[in-house]
């Protein structure tokens, strides 16, 4: 199965406070999309970056990446809108011959690479679709539009969802081109195929691919990364 991931890195990020776009951030020196790219790099054959659409963005991406990957597996693109069209046009640009497609979201930094190799073994595994997740640890109340608590919902059943995601390439550009998908407000690419009908299998996620959201997630992720050398 030859492989791409395609890591859509557009977004503004608001809510980590003033700067520019959430994937250029700086973790211990280095932007987000760096540490990001990184694990990827090791497990995949190609990479493709939705850079953000400001003029020369995907350039700068582009020079900032080669030393990470080398240039022969890098692809960069401008990026959309959304984080549904940047895949979309990330898609675009794919080699015929991958088949197996990894979309990772440039705010999960340290998602470490066995979790990449795990997904993509499920997909080889026949799988059309392979999301990583955790088990729900918080109780969990389903609230109505005055904020009053209608239930306490069975967080048994409930997994916290996290990138990378696997698809078959063919399933995933259905979900894509399938009518509507455009108009979506998907949270991620799973919600996508789950309305064609087929079926999302869930594998074991890890606690390192939290999503770096707010100031104090940096400062987690810095934590993270002292240990990991500390363990080294």
Request: a neutral charge; glycine letters at 10%; hydrophobic letters at 50%.
């Amino acid at each position: 199965m030859r492989t791409a991931a395609v890591v859509p890195a557009a977004g503004r990020g608001e809510r980590l406070g003033p700067g520019g776009p959430k994937a250029l951030r700086l973790l211990a020196g280095e932007p987000l999309l760096v540490h990001a790219v990184r694990a990827l790099g090791s497990v995949v054959d190609l990479v493709v970056v939705a850079a953000p659409p400001a003029p020369g963005a995907a350039e700068e991406v582009d020079a900032l990446l080669r030393p990470v990957v080398g240039p022969a597996r890098l692809v960069v693109v401008a990026g959309g809108g959304t984080r549904q069209e940047s895949v979309r046009l990330a898609l675009a640009v794919l080699p015929a011959e991958v088949t197996g497609v990894l979309v990772h979201d440039a705010a999960r930094p340290l998602a470490p690479a066995g979790l990449a190799r795990s997904v993509l073994a499920a997909l080889d595994g026949g799988a059309d679709a392979v999301i990583p997740a955790l088990p729900v640890t918080d109780t969990v109340k389903l609230v109505d539009a005055a904020e009053r608590v209608v239930q306490t919902v069975d967080r048994s059943v409930l997994r916290a969802v996290q990138t990378p995601q696997g698809f078959r390439r063919d399933v995933l550009a259905q979900a894509h081109g399938a009518p509507g998908a455009d108009r979506l407000e998907a949270t991620d690419d799973a919600g996508l195929v789950e309305r064609l009908g087929l079926p999302v299998l869930v594998v074991p996620g890890s606690e390192e691919a939290f999503k770096v959201t707010r100031p104090l997630d940096l400062a987690l992720a810095e934590a993270v990364l002292a240990a990991r050398a500390g363990r080294s």
